[in-house]
């Protein structure tokens, strides 16, 4: 049997507010995450998953040239001494560091399957092989000279270095991704080069705002390429507060096929896009007919991206054809900024482009000063022991004796010849062999240089001026070393201004152009048939509705919707629901009031005017193209107030208008006596003594005037014929023809 479990004394126990302990818990949670996992520190640029890699690389003696280790050896190195948070995690870093369109200057050169650009998996660390690059060297570089703080491990059994010296403009160089507790960070790479002209300005003219390094640093310069498209101000703005965005495209050119036909050739894509997962996005947006002007796509790709896209036909226009994939697939992707790193490895700040190049700064020059603390003390130390080894040569054969015949002979030799402790112990630890070196002229040499060495070091560390001319001194050997002119160097994203393209052209691009006929019932229920339906005496409805309007179009069209609120909507007419079934209510798709009633439906066609008009008999001319609305609350076009509500919307198609009220009573006037507006109340275009406006019409005067009655036949009257009724706007008019519909409607006859 199990022991009991023993109640705790009172005294063991303590009250605590559950509130305040997991406050006080979760806040501890989230600074470890903050702190040693999700952001970087400004100064180098690395997490401690990636700093832990790259000393556990260099205690394995990894360098640029010496023979590569296996990525097992290496990622059991560092869990062991210093990660204790899994294999996997490490070698998801260490791969991360390898690849070359991941990290724009690679710190750790792999040998094996370190996955690609598709999106592979790369090859398990017991296979692939790694060591460091001459980026990661230089920024371990003086880590032995007391240039950085060590703290001690998780287990207390060594030592781990807190932040790198970071000889290179890491950060922003590779940028950095990370989440952590409330805060996120995401920095994209950048050009070497360009930080080190924009560090150098930085340190002639301390005050410089982000705004001027863009003279330096004109973006991010992604490992993979592409184009930049956002505006300058934009980019100016995104820099200067660390928080913003861009937009990359990805680059191609068009290739002559032969016979007069092309091919489009992406030669570069967004940085951290999958090329296979991007080809099998635009593959299945072709089969879902959302990319009518692409016939085929295909990955050509070899060692560099080569992905091509064949035009439906020759008429295609190329960069029409592109907009349309921009549109729809990652082929242009938004890079976020937000330059959230660590201030001092400490405080979680967001900090501008001038603000994160001067805590790298700074932080050189920290580096520089106990570099040179460290190496002044081993100049004074060696000095000492110069001092001593004079002493012995000049009494070789008495130090030789004393040694020889004291039991204790460093007391003896301080004594003897006025050393220190340091000299006499240094004395006494000389090797036999090493007595034919003891010369006075090689003594008095070396000492000579060292001190030569010392006053430089002494003036270095007096002055700030000095200790600035070295780090830019540093700094422009780094940047000759990433250069434009070399391979890893140049520049690789460029800068461009999105083309102007007609947005209504780009939509047009996204549908797939086939025929319909839009039915639109009693009820408000819409639906788009394949097809030009010219008898639509077979369509059936819903129990008690009917058929309201229709009209033929294509699924390019746009439907335009006038509605008894003085609203205009616009509906694509590809997003409407198909012909199968009854539709749906064309309340879905627009913010239509239920007191508010639709009075046409029909396709846009540009270019055209409109006679609009109120029950109150008020109206006037509006252009078709000021009528389209790009949101669902439409476009208010014609100003009512209830009771007063739209009536009316007729296309000008003459010089003349037909009014007629629901008294019966018609008036014919000049069109050129109503206005032309673009929003309003209008003017009165008949009045009434009681009622008030039934329907308008619009005609040319050589025509005359026609009307539909309730059978469906057609009949017209000449201007003559109409010369009773001929007046000027705001008549009253005079009772309606004989034999005109009892409806009080002209109906239509187009």
Known sequence: M???????????????????????????????????????????GLKPVHRRILYGMRQLRLDPGAAFKKSAKIVGDVMGNFHPHGDQAIYDALVRLAQDFSSRYPLVDGQGN??????DNPAAYRYTEARMTEVARLL?????????DFRPNY????????????????????????????????IPPHNAAELCDAALHLIDNPNARSRTLLKYVPGPDFPTGGIVIDPREAIADAYATGRGSFRVRAKWHQEDTGRGTYAVVITEIPWLVQKSRLVEKIAELLNAKKLPLVADVRDESTEDVRLIIEPRARTVDAALLMESLFKLTELENRIPLNMNVLSKGRVPKVMGLAEVLREW???????????????????EHRLEVLGGYLAAYLNLD????????????????????????????????????NLRKLEEM?????EKELRTEMKELQKILGSEGEQWNLVAAQIKEVRAAFGPK?????????FAEAPEHDEAAIEEALVEREPITVVVSEKGWIRAMRGHVADLSSVTFKQDDSLKFSFQGETTSKCLIFATNGRFYTLDASKLPGGRGHGEPIRLFIDLEQESDLISVEAFQGGRKFLVAAHDGRGFVVPEDECLGNTRKGKQVLNVTMPNEARAVTPIEGDLIASIGENRKMVIFPLDQVPEMTRGRGVRLQRYKDGGLADVKTFKASEGLTWIDSAGRSFTLTLKELADWRGNRSDAGRLAPKGFPKSNKFGRTG
């Open 2 to 44: 199990g022991k009991r479990s023993i109640p705790p004394e009172d005294h063991d126990v303590q009250e605590i507010a559950l509130r305040e302990a997991l406050e006080e818990r979760y806040l501890a949670y989230a600074l470890s995450t903050i702190m040693h996992r999700a952001l970087p520190d400004a100064r180098d």
């Open 114 to 119: 370190f996955g690609n650009i598709d999106g």
């Open 140 to 148: 371990l570089e003086g880590i032995d000279e007391n240039a950085i």
């Open 155 to 186: 287990d207390g059994q060594s030592e781990e270095p807190v932040v790198l010296p970071a000889a290179f403009p890491n950060l922003l160089a590779n940028g950095s991704q990370g989440i952590a507790v409330g805060m996120a960070t995401s």
């Open 361 to 379: 700064l700074d932080h050189r020059r920290e580096v520089l000063q106990r570099r040179s603390k460290h190496r002044l003390d081993a100049i």
């Open 398 to 433: 008495k130090v030789i004796k004393i040694i020889r015949n004291e039991d204790e002979p460093k007391p003896v030799l301080i004594k003897a010849f006025k050393l220190t402790d340091v000299q006499a112990e240094a004395i006494l630890n000389m090797r036999l062999r």
């Open 442 to 446: 090689q003594i008095r040499g070396e």
């Open 486 to 494: 070399t391979a890893i160097g140049k520049r690789r994203t460029q």
